[in-house]
């Protein structure tokens, strides 16, 4: 009968110590978890800081290209202008016309794929919000169970003691 409460008290010792391991393991995890909800958290607001920008410089280019717009078909309307400087003028708005243009298009494709990384990190941070409250759950479980198994210890100490 001694042994098997020494047997017993081992194996309840070891339980404790599995336990605490496994509640640091978690606590760790924790840390790791809320570490990285804190990055996304910073990489979303450094992106929409960023399209913002993109956006307002998507509507500064959207404003020259309806003033550049506007020169062409002055230029054009204008029949009093038919030299060779008027063309080339026409000539060298039209190709910054194309230029704004191609660069509005580019602007509008950074916009599209930040918007979409936003949403991505979102997620993510909604995923390891939720992955950090499971094993905070776990943990306070955990540090419940632990008195318990402790006085169970000491109770079977006691009673070796006893015997």
Known sequence: ERDQVKSALRQSETDVYTVKQENDEFVDE????????????????????????????????????????????SFRKDRGIQDHKATEEIVKVSAELNRIKAENYEVRQQCLDLEETVRNLERQCEKTHDESQTDRKRRLELESILPGLEAEVQKLREKAHEK
């Open 30 to 73: 924790n840390k790791r978890l809320e570490s990285k909800v804190l990055e996304s958290q910073k990489s979303t607001s450094s992106m929409e800081q960023e399209l913002s920008q993109l956006k307002s410089a998507n509507f500064d280019l959207n404003i020259e290209k309806k003033d550049l717009s506007g020169k062409i078909k």
